[in-house]
Nanobody
Framework: QVQLVESGGGLVQAGGSLRLSCAASGGTFGSYTMGWFRQAPGKEREFVAVITLRGDTTYAADSVKDRFTISRDNAKNTVYLQMNSLKPEDTALYYC????????????WGQGTQVTVSS
């Protein structure tokens, strides 16, 4: 059983930056593909970015790929989301999630961290 705890959210002005962290425990972190998702009020949860086991491959949604960067430090059991040039439409609850590399479904989720971007 993997536990995930996000941190680093907050209130930032448009154009600003934040770095989210997700600390994992209770499992072998390096054996999981890690993803970031977000959910804005009244909207469905959407995919943000994903990173493979060793961090050699990443993929981000078109809406963020030029502004957000996902990375991981397996020695620290942590995955990061660096968010630059933030826009008000990036306001959401951000979740990290873990899945086995051969699965599409994410089995483990954090509780989320709120990101609010003011205009």
């Amino acid at each position: 059983q993997v536990q995930l705890v996000e941190s680093g959210g907050g209130l930032v002005q448009a154009g600003g930056s934040l770095r989210l962290s997700c600390a994992a425990s209770g499992g072998t972190f390096g054996s999981y593909t890690m993803g970031w998702f977000r959910q804005a009020p009244g909207k469905e949860r959407e995919f943000v970015a994903v990173i493979t086991l060793r961090g050699d491959t990443t993929y981000a949604a078109d809406s963020v790929k030029d502004r957000f960067t996902i990375s991981r430090d397996n020695a620290k059991n942590t995955v990061y989301l660096q968010m630059n040039s933030l826009k008000p439409e990036d306001t959401a609850l951000y979740y990290c999630a873990a899945r086995a590399p051969y699965k599409y479904k994410y089995d483990y989720w954090g509780q989320g961290t709120q990101v609010t971007v003011s205009s």
